[in-house]
């Protein structure tokens, strides 16, 4: 009775305007597991909420190294991420081949940007079910871009897209002005809090479950002038998320103490 | 007059012989990639405390004919970059249209990533060394001068085999035999960088030049010479060598008028 006439392919617009199977990509971004990205003068943080399928498989893999100055968080299918990322991965060595040189973040984002936009405008193609948080640092310094299947690419002081992404986005909004000056540690407790906020009251972070990404400018006397993109998974959470744990039992406290105050 | 307009315009058979057609021969594989045509000689450069400076003449050669004499084989690359070129000049032209197009292509970066002159130097010695893989070489050997990530003079060589190799200070082609040991003279593998001066590099480059013009039978004494430091690129392009002297002409045999 009602059926849409306009969602048979992504290159035929509907009468409103809008193409479907877009938007509809766009969908498959949502219900993937929720990543969060978050940048200040020094370092780009990602962190991601890892699901496996069933108790007993593996978590799905939610950040990639892409070169040692980036790296992706992803949301959405997780095969079409390794299609944009192997493709990300070549154009990096690439350009470490020809000039010697790591990939600007501004250019990668815009490569596949036009490779997503293609998938819209061609017949018989289907654009990528997935979202991506690219996080590196090039000679302008550190960066954050989104990257939606639709796309559209945007440069992000913090950013979360997936499942319940909304809760982490209002955690950034509100906590914007520390993220603009916090240090490199408080940049990774602030992304993990902000994952936190999502969480469903019956789950937790763990080390199992959660994911993070650093990379950024290096501080004075290191070696190279970045800090490579490092990635922590595992038992090297542990402090992480300990830190996180700490601060917000001290904050409960506090609030006690303020309303003993009162 | 008759119907093969290949025929047309050729000296006569019945007059001057048959005509020597190997010279026609329509098969066969090209040959025309086998050696340079109109040709530039030596290019010079020096690094210095703070920057490099680098020299050519402006002659372009047709063989031994001096073809063109106000060709530029100096090439500035954005900010901070100067490309030398010795070789075919056609391939120098084409090599300037695909360094036009990167600097394009590069401004369009809305942050500040630019290639410096080492990454430009990684780029043209793949450009080469291509090209030499395809059998169909670019004839050229350049040097490329400016400054690397860390802000460091750099300079750097690139052949049509795509040869790379770096130093000090550097020449191509027959400065690499005549100007090359003036320059280890003058600046000694002991003798720090920073302790050569702009001036000593641009009298250095000049005293090359003059004797490459004084002993390479395809030089010039009409140059330019620019001189790369953190403020950008200083570049003169009609030059003349001043203060030549050819008396020591007289005393070699086969070089000057002689009197057996």
Not at chain 1, 182 to 199: P, Q, V, W, Y
Not at chain 1, 236 to 246: A, D, F, N, S, Y
Not at chain 2, 25 to 39: I, L, M, R, Y
Request: some cysteine; charged content about 25%.
């Amino acid at each position: 009775m009602f059926r849409n006439n306009y969602d048979n392919d992504a290159v035929t617009f509907s009468p409103q305007g809008r193409i479907f199977q877009v938007e509809y990509a766009q969908e498959a971004v949502k219900q993937g597991s929720v990543v969060v990205g978050l940048v200040n003068k020094t370092h780009s943080v990602l962190v991601g909420l890892k699901r496996n399928a069933e108790e007993l498989s593996s978590y799905q893999k939610k950040i990639i190294e892409v070169d040692s100055h980036m790296g992706i968080a992803i949301a959405g299918l997780a095969s079409d991420a390794r299609v944009v990322s192997n493709f990300m991965k070549q154009q990096s060595l690439s350009s470490r081949m020809t000039y010697g040189r790591p990939i600007p973040v501004d250019r990668i984002v815009t490569q596949i940007a036009d490779r997503a936009q293609t998938n819209t405008q061609q017949y018989g193609k289907r654009p990528y079910g997935v979202g991506l948080l690219v996080a590196g640092v090039d000679e302008a310094g550190p960066h954050l871009f989104e990257f939606q299947p639709s796309g559209m690419i945007h440069e992000m002081l913090a950013c979360a897209i997936g499942a319940r992404s909304q809760m982490a986005r209002t955690y950034l909004e509100r906590h914007l002005d520390e993220i603009e000056s916090s240090s490199r540690d408080e940049l990774i407790t602030h992304g993990l809090r902000a994952l936190k906020e999502t969480l469903s009251q019956d789950k937790e972070l763990t080390v199992d479950n959660t994911s993070v990404g650093v990379v950024g400018l290096a501080g004075e006397g290191a070696k190279g002038k970045i800090e490579s993109f490092k990635l922590y998974e595992g038992q090297q959470l542990l402090p992480l998320l300990e830190t996180v744990e700490q601060q917000d039992s001290g904050e409960t406290k506090e609030g006690e103490g303020m309303e003993v105050d009162s | 007059m008759n119907h093969f307009p290949e025929l047309w315009g050729r000296p006569r058979d019945d007059v001057y012989g048959p005509y020597n057609s190997s010279y026609l021969k329509s098969t066969g594989p090209k040959t025309h990639t086998q050696s340079p045509a109109v040709t530039g000689t030596s290019v010079v450069a020096v690094k210095f405390n703070g920057g490099v400076a680098i020299a050519a003449d402006n002659l372009a050669s047709y063989g031994s004919l001096s073809r063109f004499t106000d060709v530029k084989r100096l090439r500035v690359f954005g900010e901070s970059a100067v490309v030398g070129f010795s070789g075919d000049v056609s391939d120098m032209q084409y090599i300037d249209r695909l360094l036009e197009s990167i600097d394009i292509r590069e401004n369009y970066s809305t942050h500040g990533n630019l290639l410096n002159a080492k990454n430009l130097h990684t780029y043209l010695s793949k450009v080469f060394y291509k090209r030499r893989s395809d059998f169909n070489p670019l004839w050229n050997h350049i040097l490329v001068a400016g400054f690397d990530g860390d802000k460091k003079p750099f300079l750097s060589s690139a052949d049509l085999l795509g040869t790379t190799y770096s130093g000090p200070h550097l020449a191509t082609g027959f400065g690499a035999h005549l100007a090359v040991p003036i320059l280890r003279r003058l600046f000694p593998e002991e003798k720090p960088i920073e302790e050569i001066t702009k001036e000593d590099a641009v009298s250095a480059l000049r005293e090359c030049l003059k004797v490459l013009w004084y002993r390479d039978a395809r030089s010039l004494d009409k140059y330019s010479i620019a001189i790369i430091t953190e403020d950008g690129v200083e570049l003169n392009e009609d030059q003349k060598l001043e203060e030549q002297s050819w008396a020591f002409a007289e005393s070699i045999k086969g070089y000057g008028a002689q009197v057996v």
